[in-house]
């Protein structure tokens, strides 16, 4: 989860200097470029922890079904 925090501390920083607005436009589009692949690197660790958990639950109590994610699917931290 540490690449979690740190993606999501670079993510928040690419856009506080894109709402300050003082960037050339190159600069900002290479910041939107930067951010949108921190996000969907942010949200590929959240979908995975995400299945984790659901799959923990349902091993737990047995009760919850997990419809929408295939175990095998489920990423695997190193």
């Known amino acids: 989860m540490a690449d979690f925090e740190k993606q999501l501390t670079a993510l928040e920083t690419v856009v506080e200097r894109l ?15 930067e951010g949108v692949k921190l996000s969907d ?3 590929k660790e959240l979908e ?16 919850m079904k997990v419809t929408d994610l295939d175990p095998e699917e489920v ?4």
Do not use: M, P
Request: with cysteine.
């Open 48 to 63: 995975a922890a995400e299945g984790k958990i659901q799959l923990l639950v349902e091993q737990r109590n047995g009760t």
């Open 41 to 43: 690197a942010c949200k």
């Open 75 to 78: 990423v695997e931290e190193d």
């Open 19 to 33: 709402e300050r607005g003082d960037l050339s436009l190159e600069e900002s589009v290479r910041l939107f470029e």
